[in-house]
């Protein structure tokens, strides 16, 4: 069965910390990923990534896939509050989401 | 450009009920997938529509349908509605969906929460 893994599920830090998300991907046919953020309503895309040790970076965040372990990681620098949120990263198509890791950043 | 939109935003109905679910994606996008997200479960796929075809489908009993117009607007219907049905609906859309091989991000709508008392 297919399947999509997050960890932590859950994750407390101060501002200013450093933290790093992880997705492992159980799935067949696997091709690219995405990770979005949801803060209270709807997701809203971060990154896509296709090919395999290319860091995508978007201020404070970055990415990396590892196509061979089926493996990602989300890393968010400096943190702010504003970061607090679930973070998901659908495989499979967009078709198989993780538990999601719920990050909560203290002022 | 318009976002997706999705009516009604918030509904109450009781258990026995039936529903329908609108969503109007991105102008040009031909592919709106639905998604169910409760707190116990995360967020689950429902089924994906292209071009007025139903192209994928998740782990839903039947009374989970949908369709998709020539406009590529869809509706999901819920029908024999239970308390398990209390969620937040969410509709996402794309230019081709799954069918680039999951390779173009899709965007989602504000969702529609839905309370079964």
Known sequence: EDKVVQSPLSLVVHEGDTVTLNCSYEVTNFRSLLWYKQEKKAPTFLFMLTSSGIEKKSGRLSSILDKKELFSILNITATQTGDSAIYLCPGRFKTIFGAGTRLFVKA | KAGVTQTPRYLIKTRGQQVTLSCSPISGHRSVSWYQQTPGQGLQFLFEYFSETQRNKGNFPG????????????EMNVSTLELGDSALYL???????????????????????????
């Open chain 2, 91 to 117: 509709c996402a859309s794309s230019f081709r969906g799954s069918g680039t091989l999951g390779q173009e991000t899709q965007y989602f709508g504000p969702g529609t929460r839905l309370l079964v008392l």
């Open chain 2, 63 to 74: 009374r989970f349908s949908g369709r998709q117009f020539s406009n590529s607007r869809s």
